[in-house]
């Protein structure tokens, strides 16, 4: 469904977000997480993407086989990185092909696999160049949908950390939401105050469109250092950290901390009217499960208050 529908039926929404699988086991595997998920009824899925060899297939697959075997409707990512302009008209060919209804506009990272890449060789530097382009094929009307795709972009409550200028950003951010963008996914973060900031500083900068938090719910502390590294720049209160340290290293007592932190994070969105929350699942059910039981809900499309 196109996301202006999707806010106009839901007052919120809940998605997930999974990755491509890299082996036939893992892919297996997600086919049963995705099962259990799908009875929440998310409003929608996004599935990353990596701009290296083999990655870039494997998201394309995952995406038609939730459109074509799941209830889900997929959202895939898209990267400027390591794309010609062909490329990138190939990628939106084919999702249209498949009536995919959104997709995520990113400027994305360069995969580890390909060591000095020149950026200058892209046919879009920045997200916002590449919601231009996606605009541009919208026009065209080979996708199914009269509107063509909807597009999502990227947002940092605590800062892109590639900008240190915090105004400049939002001025980025803007232009990515001028050229186009339908709604904004913020990147994950663990304090809620980092995001209703956020929120106030968009709506100061003109910034008007639906804004989705991202939440990720700590399962191990592995996964908490890997995080770190991936969401670089992302703040683990002390609070938190001294939580997940009185475990003293038993997973489950870390996983339980992480679900009950995302817990209160969630009920605190929905207290204060967030657009709408997004789960960075790791292809995982579990926690998910527990955090829409905790909070009381059944059926995200079905969420009165
Ligand atoms: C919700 C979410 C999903 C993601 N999914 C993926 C994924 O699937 N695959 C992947 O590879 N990465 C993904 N990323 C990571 C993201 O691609 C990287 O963080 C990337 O470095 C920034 O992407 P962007 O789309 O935010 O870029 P942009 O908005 O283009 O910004 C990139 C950087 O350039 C700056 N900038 C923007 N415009 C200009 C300009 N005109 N002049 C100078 N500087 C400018 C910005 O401030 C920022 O620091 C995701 C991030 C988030 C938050």
Known sequence: MHIRDIFEQSPTTFSFEFMPPKTDAAAEQLVVIVDELQKLRPSFVSV???AGGSTRQRTNDLVVRLKTETTCDPAPHITCVCHSEADIQQILQRYAEHNISNVMALSGDTPKSVVGYDRSQDAYRYAADLVRAIKKFNETGVH??????????????????????RLLEMDYLKAKVNEGADYIVTQLFFDNRDFYDFRERCDLAGIHVPIIAGIMPVITEDGMRRMSQLALGTRIPARLLRAVKRCEGDDEYVRKVGV??????????????????????????????????????????GLAV
């Open 48 to 50: 990353t993407y990596g």
């Open 144 to 165: 199914p949908h009269p509107d063509g795709f909807g597009i999502g972009v990227a947002g940092y409550p605590e800062g892109h950390p590639s900008t240190p200028n």
């Open 260 to 301: 009950q932190w995302a817990t209160e994070q969630c009920r605190d969105l929905l207290d204060n009217r967030a657009n709408g929350i997004h789960f960075y699942t790791f292809n995982r059910s579990t926690a998910a499960r527990e955090i829409y039981a905790n909070l009381g809900v059944k059926d995200s499309r």
